[in-house]
């Protein structure tokens, strides 16, 4: 595959950059301000994260990945093993190698896999720009059948030369999933986030740009959009207002609060069932994937 960057058609558009530069300014610049780092950050959200997740339609995904009956799975950027503990327990597959940089969500992993008995899964605690061709491959015996990154691509950064890896040290399908339209409620969303975060709304990258680095290294995937959904229970509205202090630097002030709590209720997604309260998030997630050519 040609490693170098080739410009599509007549555009001279930095994708990769447009995309970074994005995420750093839609949030994660804001993570690294408060936790010191992407890592530091992961490693406190961990376990909030992980129980937001079991309410979420995320694993939807697997039965598709299960059609390819994979025997070997590489999943890069593996979080707290939403993917990586019930692929290990899939029939076809005796490998799995998780690669996650976060202590925090390596560890939970690790505890979930010891409750399960599970012995096939192989923790790599660092980022994926920093893990090399040789040590995946060394590690697994060979190119992974298989190979998922689940949200994490937010934060990935040398998109050319880690989509590079990807596809080199796979034999078989690449699966890249990630947030894509904004949900519905967006309008509102923007109508209040300049109270909220005391700035303009800042533009967000599209995931197309994702695409556009992998046809600029040649490789032609499918899209295809999910509607993903999560929810978050909770004891009261406040406990969510509350909660909004981690994707923000410092305290609430009172304006602050009450934007959240208009939010909230303009966007019609506390919900209540069976007694019990919950926040409810319904978006798009683009899932681009491509068959590896040998
Ligand atoms: C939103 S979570 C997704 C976790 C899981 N894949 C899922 O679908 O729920 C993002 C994960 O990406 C990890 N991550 C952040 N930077 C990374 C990097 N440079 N390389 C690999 N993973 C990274 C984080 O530590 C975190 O666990």
């Known amino acids: 595959m040609n490693n170098n960057k080739n410009k599509i058609g007549s555009l001279n558009i930095e994708w990769a950059k447009m995309w970074q530069e994005g ?3 839609a949030w994660s610049h804001l993570y690294i301000q408060k936790y010191g780092s992407i890592t530091e950050a992961w490693n406190h959200k961990a376990p909030e994260y992980v129980k937001t997740m079991e309410h979420s339609n995320r694993t939807q995904l697997l039965e598709k990945l299960g059609q390819h009956r994979p025997e070997t799975v590489l999943d890069v950027g593996a979080g ?3 993917f990586a503990l019930p692929l290990a327990k899939t029939k076809s597959v005796k490998r799995v190698v998780a690669v996650e940089p976060s202590t925090g969500m390596l560890d939970i992993l690790k505890d979930k896999a010891e409750a399960d008995k599970l ?3 192989d923790c790599i605690n660092k ?3 920093d893990t090399t061709e040789e040590e995946l491959i060394e590690l697994n015996k060979g190119k992974y059948d298989l190979i998922i990154s689940s949200h994490a691509l937010y934060y990935i950064t040398d998109l050319h030369n880690s989509f590079k890896k990807i596809n080199d040290v796979c034999r078989g399908y690449a699966y890249l999933l990630i947030g894509a339209a904004a ?3 967006d309008s509102v969303y923007e109508k209040y986030y300049e109270r909220i975060y005391r700035k303009p709304k800042p533009p967000y990258p599209d995931y197309t740009c994702l695409y556009m680095v992998l046809r600029e290294l040649d490789i032609h995937p499918n899209i295809e959009m999910l509607d993903a ?3 978050k229970y909770v004891n009261s509205v406040e406990e969510i207002v509350e909660s909004w202090k981690d994707n923000l630097d410092g305290e609430l002030t ?3 609060r009450s934007a959240i709590r208009a939010y909230l209720t303009e966007s ?3 919900k209540e069932e069976e007694g019990g309260l919950y926040w409810v998030w319904r978006s798009k997630d683009a899932l681009i994937h491509w068959k590896v050519e040998e």
Do not use: P, R
């Open 183 to 185: 949900n519905t409620k």
């Open 119 to 121: 012995t096939n899964i």
């Open 80 to 82: 707290a093993g939403i």
């Open 23 to 25: 995420i750093l300014d």
């Open 229 to 231: 959904h999560t929810k």
């Open 127 to 129: 980022k994926w720009e």
């Open 254 to 256: 009172e304006d602050q």
């Open 268 to 270: 019609g997604m506390i």
